[in-house]
Structure formats: structure tokens, C-alpha cells
T-cell receptor
């Protein structure tokens, strides 16, 4: 079992829809959770982090954490073609572990 | 503007050669990291450093070496012992121990072995 698992996709959604990206992790002691966005050929950039159970909203992005079920998700409301990228989930307990990423494609 | 500068952006190497990738930051961050990314894969940690003159091996350190003589600089050498060095190399820094997962990345260096 991988320490951090993501569906590699591609996930395709129409413009204006909600994109839902999911991530599961194996270490119950994980303390903090991060979402990075990576455009093709570019380096990752941090878009959200969450430390406590529940939801955290930042503009069109919402991170959701459920420690009991060991998953963290990222919702993107009103998806735009510019959101098309690979989204990397990262989980930290001591060291930071990255998932392989989910490719999102938003179709106009 | 603060940030992380990596160079070169593209590098070609013949088998058997060592190459050094540069990473400089002016964010005043204590911690710096080197990651490797292969197509369709997540990031794998090569080396990290939390303070000057100290660094630790990550998950895939074999065939790589680093130094941290200055806070701003964390160069990575890919040695001839690295069996499959073709990859996208990313340098990152973070503000401190309580924010260790909040990484700021450079633009990356793409190494191709001919």
C-alpha cells in the first residue's frame, strides 16, 4: 500500500463545474496535509494546507480533512480551463510524502 | 522579489560525468530540499538541510551529494554513480520547522543523460 494515494486521472470536468480531487493516506499519525498545483513542465506551487478535521475554504478552493477515514480532498468550485493541471497531495508526519498526483482537465 | 533560483534550466550530460545543479534562495529560509520527479510520478526526496553545514539523506540519496556552506545555497551534484539520472530536479525551501510542509519551489532543472 502506498503511503499517499491519488487517482492519477485524468479527471475531466466541464467549465463551471465542481472538480473533486481525493487523496488517502496510510499513516494515522499524519499531522498536516497539503495540496500543490503543478502546471505541465513547471514546478509545484502550494495552494492549500489543512491541519484540523473539517473544511477550509480559500476562494474557489476548499480542502476537506477526515482523519478517521484517512482522506483529504480538494474541491474546486466554478472550475476554469486555467485550473487544468496536476494536483499533488502531500502528507506530513515528520517528513513530507507526496502522492503521484491527479491530472485535472477543465473543458471549455 | 524573493524566491528560489535554479540553474541551469536544461542540462545534457554524457554517461560517466558528474554534474552540479545550483539552487539559491533569498527568502531567508532555514530549510532547503532537493526532490526528483519522474514522468507521471510524485516527488521523491533526495537530500534536505535544516541548517547551514548540516544535511540529511532523503529516500533516494544514492548517487547524489550536496553541500550547505551558506544559508542561501544548496547545490546538488549528480554523480556518475547515479544509475538513472534523467529526471526533473526541484529545489525547495521552507520557512521553518512548524511550517515544514509549506514548500517554495524553484523552476526546476531538467537533466538528460545522453
Amino acid at each position: 500500500q502506498k503511503e499517499v494515494e491519488q487517482n492519477s486521472g485524468p479527471l475531466s470536468v466541464p467549465e463551471g463545474a465542481i472538480a473533486s480531487l481525493n487523496c488517502t493516506y496510510s499513516d494515522r499519525g499524519s499531522q498536516s496535509f497539503f495540496w500543490y498545483r503543478q502546471y505541465s513542465g513547471k514546478s509545484p506551487e502550494l495552494i492549500m494546507f489543512i491541519y484540523s478535521n473539517g473544511d477550509k475554504e480559500d476562494g474557489r478552493f476548499t480542502a476537506q480533512l477526515n482523519k478517521a477515514s484517512q482522506y483529504v480532498s480538494l474541491l474546486i468550485r466554478d472550475s476554469q480551463p486555467s485550473d487544468s493541471a496536476t494536483y499533488l497531495c502531500a502528507v506530513r508526519r515528520g517528513k513530507l510524502i507526496f502522492g503521484q498526483g491527479t491530472e485535472l482537465s477543465v473543458k471549455p | 522579489d524573493g524566491g528560489i533560483t535554479q540553474s541551469p534550466k536544461y542540462l545534457f550530460r554524457k554517461e560517466g560525468q558528474n554534474v552540479t545543479l545550483s539552487c539559491e534562495q533569498n527568502l531567508n529560509h532555514d530549510a532547503m530540499y532537493w526532490y526528483r520527479q519522474d514522468p507521471g510520478q510524485g516527488l521523491r526526496l533526495i537530500y534536505y538541510s535544516q541548517i547551514v553545514n548540516d544535511f540529511q539523506k532523503g529516500d533516494i540519496a544514492e548517487g547524489y551529494s550536496v553541500s550547505r556552506e551558506k544559508k542561501e545555497s544548496f547545490p546538488l551534484t549528480v554523480t556518475s554513480a547515479q544509475k538513472n539520472p534523467t529526471a526533473f530536479y526541484l529545489c525547495a525551501s521552507s520557512p521553518g520547522p512548524t511550517r515544514a510542509g509549506e514548500l517554495f519551489f524553484g523552476e526546476g532543472s531538467r537533466l538528460t543523460v545522453l
